[in-house]
């Protein structure tokens, strides 16, 4: 545990196409998470098979896989104390009716399957996930100024 974890993040075609792009990467950079990459990409359906290959025998999968495929998604990384359990947190659970207000899906959802972000489960589907979506070079290891007033130098 460190302040450089890193996790993935995927603002989904219904972030997109509901205009909160804006809204998620400010409750993420609100929360004091780094961004150290960011783009817009199309999910085809073989990456989509790969990034959701624990759920391709669902009976949801194939409307999953038309929806992932459908728009652009943006895929961010972004940095900070244990950022794979603090980003999921602030989504809220995957079924957004039970989400709490003040969480992403919890604001924005009140669905299941269309609830805005993707976010990395354990540090090691973030580590698989964030080289799934980024090469080295896109991702930036700069120095944030504002880090001594996010984290003391002990933590
Ligand atoms: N999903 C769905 N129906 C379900 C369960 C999941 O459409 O009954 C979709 C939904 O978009 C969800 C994604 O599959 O976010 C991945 O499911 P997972 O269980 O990994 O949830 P997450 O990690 O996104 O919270
Ligand atoms: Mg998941």
Known sequence: MAINDRTLILI?????????????????????LK?????????????????????VSKPFYPDL?????????VAMVVEGKEAVDV???LCGPTNATKAEG???????SNSTSRNIIHASDTEESAEKEIKRFF???????????????????DE
């Open 102 to 108: 003040g969480t992403i899906r919890g604001d924005f």
């Open 135 to 153: 090469k080295s070079s896109e991702l930036f290891d700069y120095k944030l100024v504002a880090q001594d007033f996010l984290y003391a130098s």
């Open 87 to 89: 980003v999921r947190l």
């Open 12 to 32: 989904k075609p219904d972030g997109i196409q509901r205009l909160l792009v804006g809204e998620v990467i400010s409750s993420l950079e609100k929360k004091g």
């Open 65 to 73: 896989e038309k929806f992932i495929t459908s728009y652009p998604v």
């Open 35 to 55: 961004i150290v990459g960011m783009k817009m990409i199309h999910v085809d359906k073989a990456l989509a098979k790969e990034h959701y290959s624990h759920l």
